[in-house]
C-alpha cells in the first residue's frame, strides 16, 4: 500500500484545512487508517482513526473540531480540520494498517505515507 497525503498549507487561527490521503491497491476497504501528526521537537501523536467498519477514535486535543472519514471508491481518507489552533501546527502523516489496534494504540504500524505540513498563524 502506497499512502500520498496532501492539502497541508498555512492557515489563520479559526480557520479550515482538509487533508486528503490517497491508497494504492485494490483492498483499501480492508484496512484501517490514520491520521498523525508530528511539530516541531515533539514526538509523533495519534490524531484520528477509522475502522474499515467506519468506527473512529480522536484525541482529545481534537475532539469536536477535527473529523476523519474515509471514501472507499475512492481509496481515500480525509481529515476535516475546524477551528484550527496554533498548536495544531504539525506535519501531518497518514498511515494504514490492517489492524485497528496497531493504529489505535501505535503497534508497529506497516504503511505511511510522506507528511503534509499544516501551519496555523496566531
Known amino acids: 500500500v502506497q499512502l500520498q497525503a496532501s492539502g497541508g498549507g498555512l492557515v489563520q487561527a479559526g480557520g479550515s484545512l482538509r487533508l486528503s490521503c490517497a491508497a494504492s491497491g485494490r483492498t483499501f476497504s480492508t484496512y484501517a487508517m490514520g491520521w498523525f501528526r508530528q511539530a516541531i521537537g515533539k514526538e509523533r501523536e495519534l490524531v484520528a482513526v477509522i475502522s474499515s467498519g467506519d468506527t473512529t477514535y480522536y484525541d482529545d486535543s481534537v475532539k469536536g473540531r477535527f473529523t476523519i472519514s474515509r471514501d472507499n471508491a475512492k481509496n481515500t481518507v480525509y481529515l476535516q480540520m475546524n477551528s484550527l489552533k496554533p498548536e495544531d501546527t504539525a506535519d501531518y502523516y497518514c498511515?494504514?494498517?490492517?489492524?485497528?489496534?496497531?493504529?489505535?494504540?501505535?503497534?508497529?504500524?506497516?504503511?505511511w505515507g510522506k507528511g503534509t505540513l499544516v501551519t496555523v498563524s496566531s
Open positions: 498511515a494504514a494498517d490492517r489492524s485497528y489496534g496497531n493504529l489505535r494504540y501505535n503497534g508497529g504500524i506497516n504503511y
